[in-house]
């Protein structure tokens, strides 16, 4: 089965400020990642994704994700965040032949100070 | 615009009570899920479904069950709500990325 551990449960950062949200997986078998990204009371939505191809990955908002099979990583970065970046995110996997059931991280709680 | 829709965004219920929580997705996704998210556990799979009338427990499926009677439409439901369900509760469907509803946030008093 795999997992996922997403290594800070919270990361503050100053407005403008570049940030990295880390990402760890597990899994004896190829995969696909995923980052969601969730604001307050409400569902979560896709930020970016890799399925196959380049391991660099971008994003909805000016976010990207780099795919790295050895370290068995994809974090997650922003070169210069605002504060409506403020929200939750979720690092997933779902196996890549398979029934694609999505195993999601505990999150990461972005906080952007002005 | 792709959507997975749930019937309540609050839900307040009594103890014992029997809830249902309802979903529907316009996308024809085979694959639905249900989740349960609490504040430093992320999301905790509850059932998911990959066709009609297919189910299968999740990590959590204790004091839960489902119901899948058309690929749309997929119900999660408490059968004597305890306090301890009192969640977020998250649908959604997909083939490869997740598409989620807006989520239910439950209260058992």
């Known amino acids: 089965a795999q997992s996922v551990t997403q290594l800070d449960s919270q990361v503050p950062v100053f407005e403008e400020a570049p940030v990295e949200l880390r990402c760890n997986y597990s899994?004896?078998?190829?995969?696909?990642l995923f980052w969601y990204v969730q604001y307050p009371n409400q569902g979560l939505q896709l930020l970016l994704k890799?399925?196959?191809?380049?391991?660099l990955v971008k994003g909805i908002n000016g976010f990207e994700a780099e795919f790295n099979k050895s370290q068995t990583s994809f974090h997650l970065r922003k070169p210069s965040v605002h504060i409506s970046d403020t929200a939750e995110y979720f690092c997933?996997?779902?196996?890549?032949?398979?029934?694609?059931?999505?195993?999601f991280g505990r999150g990461t709680s972005l906080i952007v100070h002005p | 615009d792709v959507k997975v829709t749930q019937s309540s965004r609050y839900l307040v219920k009594r103890t014992g009570e029997k809830v249902f929580l309802e979903c529907v997705q316009d996308?024809?996704?085979?694959?639905m899920f249900w989740y349960r998210q609490d504040p430093g556990l992320g999301l905790r799979l509850i059932y998911f479904?990959?066709?009609?009338?297919?189910?299968e427990k999740g990590d959590i499926p204790e004091g839960y069950s489902v119901s899948r009677e058309k690929k749309e439409r997929f119900s999660l439901i408490l059968e004597s709500a305890s306090t301890n369900q009192t969640s977020m509760y998250l649908c959604?469907?997909?083939?490869?990325?997740?598409?989620f509803g807006q989520g239910t946030r439950l209260t058992v008093v």
């Open positions: 899994s004896s078998v190829s995969v696909y």
């Open positions: 959604a469907s997909s083939y490869t990325e997740a598409f």
């Open positions: 996308m024809d996704h085979e694959n």
């Open positions: 890799y399925l196959s191809g380049s391991t």
């Open positions: 479904s990959y066709d009609v009338k297919m189910k």
């Open positions: 997933a996997v779902t196996l890549s032949g398979g029934s694609y059931i999505p195993t």
